[in-house]
C-alpha cells in the first residue's frame, strides 16, 4: 500500500511574544541595582555556542539558547538537569523511567522514547566538549558548575550528528589560582540527603587544581503497597572529580578534568494503570483477564489506588540499579599570530557500566520482569582553530569518535499456564564517526554579518544482534546472532545566517541550517514480524527568526524565536503491546514531519530587589507522510497520519518572582516562587500512552549573612503534587487489562532545607 500524504499547513505565529513584551515594560521601575539573588538572576551569561576562542555574552550570540551561570543554578535552587525541564520554553529535561539514570530529553517537539543504548537521540549532551555517546546515565548533578546552556534548535554545523532537537552544553568548574572552598548540606521531608564539597586553589605558579565531591543519600519517596515498603525509590550516588589547569608557556595552557562515580539504587518506581478486566469469547463461555486492581486483589492488597492521580505502586519486584563511570576530558588552548586565534584541542574517555533490574508488569505477579546490562566505553578528540581575519571570523576543526557498546537483556515474561519464559538476547556495536566542519562569520559593515558554513560527516556502525525470543544469551555474553551487519552514512550539514545588530541593545537574526540523526540497530528486538535491520539517518531543515532585545537600560530582556523544521524519515521507537513479549519495540523510519512554533523568555528588574521572570513556548505539528502502519491496525492510512507526534506538547509557559529583602548589616533573605505549565502530550507513536498535563509550582526562602559566607534556605517543590510520568508504556491485556500500562513516576511534592557555607 501506497504512502498517504498531506499538504503542509502553515497556522499564523503567537502573537503572545509581543503582547507579554509590552505588559511586562509597562510595570517596570525606573532603576535598579545589581546585588543579591535579583543581581545575580539579571548577569549576563557567558556562552560557547559558536566554539569562538573566548567565550561570548548570550544577547550577543544569534541562537536560541536558555543559559545559567553556576551562580545562578544555585540561586534556582537547582540539583540536576531535570530540575530545569520546566523552566524553558519547548524543552523537556527528563529522565525515560525505564532504567534510572537515562535522559529522555525533548526539545521543540523532537525527543526519542528508548533506554535502548544503540539508539541515537535527538538531543545531544556534551561536557566539558565531550558528547556523550549513548543516553545512558546522562541526568547528571549540577554541583560546582561553570554553567549549562540548552541550545534550541539542529546544531549540526558546529555540534555534529544527533543535535536535531537541540543541544545541552554543560560545563564543570575550572580550576583558578584564587583559593576557594565550599560546602552543601541539603535534606528533604523524605530523607533526601545532599553533601557536597569543592577546594580550589593555586599548587604552583603555573598549575591550579579543583576537587569537587558529591554524595546523595536518597531514602526513597514512593508508597509500594504490595511489599509495605513506604521508601520505595531510594538511592545511593556519588562521585568525585579532580582537575587541574597547567600554564605551559604564556600562550598555551592545558585542562584535564576527571571524574569516577556510582549510583546504587532501587530498580524503577511505576504504576500499572489497568482499570478494567477484559473479557475473551471461548467456544464454552468466555475468560476474563484481570485489571490491575483486580491482580492486586487476588494477591490480598485491598484498596489500591492506581489511578493518575495516585502515587501508590504494587510491584512485587522492587529491583535495583547499579551504575559506574569514569571520564577523563583534556583540554589544551595555544593561542597563535595568525588570525590573532586560538588552537584547541580536546581528548576525551568515557567508560560506563550498568546493571539493573525492573518490574515493568508493575503488578505484585510476576509478569514481565527485565534484568538489563551495558557496558560502554568511548573515546574521541576534537582539533579546532577559531580566529579573525579582517572582517572575518573564524571557526573550523576536524572531528573524530569511536565507542563500543554491549547490551544484554534477560525478560522473565508469563506464559499464560501458571510458569514463565526466560529469553535473554542483545547486541554489541563498533561505532566510529569523523567530521569536518567550518563557519564564517563575516562582517558585512558596523551592523550586519553574515554566517555561511558547513560540517560533513561520515560514520560507520558494525552491529551483531541476538533477537531476545531465540535466546541465544545469558547475561555474560551471546553464543549466536541472527543479524551479523555493517552499515554506514554521510551527511553534509550547511547553515546560512544573518545577523543585523539595530542598536547596542538590540539584535534581529536568521538563518537556515540542516541537521541529521544516525542510522542504527536495536539491540531489544523482540518481534517476529520485525528484523534488526539498520535504519536510515534521519534529515531535517530548519529556518528560524529571532531577536534579543534589552528595554529600559537592561532592566527588561527579552528574547524571542520562531521556527519551521521539515524532519525526512523521522527515525521512532514504536512500542506495541505483546501477550508473548509483554513489549515490541520496532526502531524505524515512520514517516516526514512538520514542526513548527514561537517561543519567548523575559525577565524584569521590577525594583532594584524584584525580578519577574516569564517564557512561554508554542509548538505545533504534523505527519506530512507515514511511511508504515503506526497505530497497529495493520493498514497504512489516514488514520495513521492524523496521529499526534509524540512527545509534542504544544504550550510550555512559566511565570516567577525572586524577591531580596535587605537586613542591612544583617544580611538578606531572598524569596522565590515559579509557576510552570505544560500541556498534555502523547508519549507513544499510536498515541495510546499519553503524558499528563502538569501544573508545576516550586519556592524557595533563603537567608545570606552580610558576608556573604553562608546561606540557609528552605525550599519546596511541586508543591501541587501533580503526578508526572517517565512514560506510559501500553502492556497487553494479560498483565492488566483494559488500559494496562507501565508508567515510571516521578516525586510528588517535596519540601526541604539547605545550607551553603563558602570561603
Known amino acids: 500500500m501506497g504512502s498517504p500524504s498531506k499538504p503542509k499547513q502553515h497556522s499564523a505565529l503567537l502573537s503572545a511574544c509581543s503582547v507579554a513584551t509590552l505588559w511586562l515594560a509597562s510595570g517596570i521601575s525606573p532603576s535598579y541595582a545589581a546585588e543579591g539573588a535579583v543581581g545575580t538572576l539579571m548577569e549576563e551569561v557567558q556562552v560557547t555556542a559558536r566554539k569562538r576562542a573566548d567565550a561570548e555574552l548570550l544577547q550577543d550570540v544569534p541562537v536560541a539558547a536558555t543559559a545559567y551561570s553556576g551562580d545562578q543554578l544555585e540561586a534556582l535552587q537547582t540539583r540536576d538537569l531535570q530540575s530545569l525541564s520546566f523552566k524553558m520554553p519547548n524543552v523537556q529535561l527528563e529522565d525515560v523511567g525505564t532504567v534510572k539514570n537515562t535522559a529522555n530529553f525533548t526539545v521543540r517537539g523532537l525527543g526519542v522514547n528508548s533506554s535502548i543504548p544503540s539508539i541515537d537521540p535527538t538531543v545531544g549532551v556534551f561536557v566539558d566538549g565531550m558528547y556523550l555517546g549513548v543516553n545512558a546515565g546522562v541526568v547528571t548533578d549540577v554541583f560546582d558548575l561553570e554553567g549549562i546552556e540548552v541550545l534550541r534548535g539542529p546544531q549540526g554545523l558546529l555540534f555534529g550528528r544527533n543535535v536535531t532537537g537541540g543541544a545541552v552544553v554543560v560545563k564543570t568548574a575550572r580550576p583558578t589560582d584564587e583559593f576557594s572552598a565550599r560546602v552543601k ?161 580536546i581528548l576525551a574517555w568515557r567508560e560506563y557500566e550498568a546493571r539493573g533490574l525492573g518490574d515493568i508488569d508493575s503488578l505484585p505477579i510476576v509478569g514481565f520482569h527485565a534484568d538489563s546490562s551495558v557496558d560502554q566505553s568511548q573515546l574521541s578528540n576534537e582539533l579546532r582553530y577559531a580566529g579573525r581575519f579582517g572582517r572575518t571570523a573564524i571557526t573550523a576543526g576536524v572531528y573524530w569518535f569511536s565507542q563500543d557498546v554491549t547490551y544484554l537483556e534477560n525478560r522473565l515474561l508469563a506464559d499464560g499456564e501458571g510458569g514463565t519464559i526466560d529469553w535473554t538476547g542483545g547486541g554489541v556495536q563498533d561505532h566510529s564517526t569523523y567530521g569536518l566542519f567550518t563557519q564564517a562569520d563575516i562582517d558585512l559593515n558596523e551592523a550586519w554579518v553574515l554566517t555561511l558554513g558547513g560540517r560533513y560527516s561520515s560514520e560507520e556502525k558494525d552491529a551483531k544482534i541476538a533477537s531476545i525470543p531465540l535466546n541465544y544469551c545469558t547475561l555474560s555474553g551471546c553464543s549466536n546472532y541472527d543479524l551479523d551487519d555493517s552499515e554506514s552514512w554521510s551527511a553534509f550539514t550547511p547553515k546560512l545566517g544573518l545577523q543585523w545588530t539595530v542598536s547596542d541593545e538590540t539584535q534581529l537574526y536568521t538563518f537556515w541550517t540542516k541537521g541529521f540523526r544516525s542510522g542504527g540497530y536495536n539491540f531489544r528486538n523482540t518481534s517476529w514480524n520485525f528484523k534488526p ?227
Open 185 to 345: 548540606v541539603s535534606t528533604t521531608d523524605n530523607l533526601d540527603v545532599v553533601t557536597a564539597g569543592s577546594i580550589n586553589g593555586a599548587i604552583s605558579d603555573d598549575v591550579n587544581g579543583r576537587l569537587t565531591v558529591y554524595y546523595n543519600d536518597d531514602r526513597g519517596w514512593f508508597e509500594n503497597v504490595a511489599t509495605g515498603n513506604d521508601n520505595a525509590g531510594a538511592s545511593d550516588s556519588w562521585f568525585i572529580r579532580p582537575s587541574f589547569s597547567v600554564q605551559l608557556n604564556e600562550t598555551a595552557e592545558l585542562l584535564v578534568r576527571m571524574e569516577h562515580g556510582r549510583m546504587d539504587s532501587d530498580g524503577v518506581v511505576a504504576q500499572n494503570r489497568g482499570y478494567a478486566s477484559y473479557e475473551i469469547p471461548l467456544g464454552d463461555g468466555s475468560y476474563q483477564y484481570p485489571s490491575a486492581t483486580e491482580w492486586a486483589e487476588w494477591a490480598g492488597i485491598l484498596g489500591w489506588d492506581n489511578s493518575e492521580d495516585s502515587f501508590e505502586v504494587a510491584q512485587d519486584e522492587e529491583g535495583y540499579q547499579k551504575d559506574e563511570w569514569s571520564q577523563i576530558i583534556t583540554e589544551f588552548n595555544k593561542d597563535v599570530e595568525f588570525g590573532d586565534g586560538t588552537i584547541t584541542n
Open 533 to 759: 535491520e539498520a535504519t536510515d539517518q534521519e534529515e531535517q531543515s530548519s529556518f528560524e527568526i529571532g531577536a534579543k532585545v534589552d528595554w529600559l537600560d537592561g532592566r527588561l530582556r527579552t528574547n524571542m524565536a520562531v521556527f519551521h523544521n521539515s524532519i525526512d524519515n523521522m527515525q521512532r521507537e514504536e512500542n506495541f503491546s505483546s501477550p508473548e513479549a509483554g513489549v515490541v519495540q520496532v526502531i524505524r523510519n515512520t514517516a516526514d514531519a512538520t514542526i513548527r512554533g514561537a517561543e519567548l523568555e523575559t525577565m524584569a528588574a521590577l525594583s532594584e530587589n524584584l525580578l519577574l521572570t516569564f517564557n512561554v513556548g508554542y509548538v505545533d505539528g504534523d505527519y506530512d507522510k507515514v511511511l508504515g502502519d503506526l497505530n497497529g491496525d495493520g493498514f497504512v492510512d489516514d488514520e495513521d497520519l492524523g496521529l499526534e507526534i509524540p512527545r509534542l506538547a504544544p504550550w510550555t509557559y512559566g511565570i516567577g518572582l525572586v524577591h531580596d529583602l535587605s537586613l542591612g548589616s544583617y544580611g538578606t533573605i531572598t524569596s522565590r516562587i515559579n509557576y510552570n505549565h505544560r500541556d498534555e502530550a502523547p508519549y507513544t507513536d499510536d498515541n495510546k500512552g499519553m503524558l499528563s498535563e502538569v501544573e508545576m509550582v516550586d519556592f524557595s526562602i533563603g537567608y545570606t549573612a552580610d558576608s556573604g559566607q553562608y546561606t540557609v534556605s528552605i525550599f519546596g517543590k511541586n508543591m501541587l503534587d501533580e503526578v508526572t510520568e517517565g512514560n506510559d508504556t501500553q502492556l497487553p491485556v494479560n498483565l492488566g487489562g483494559i488500559g494496562a500500562s507501565f508508567t515510571p513516576l516521578n516525586k510528588g511534592r517535596v519540601m526541604g532545607v539547605e545550607f551553603i557555607y563558602e570561603l
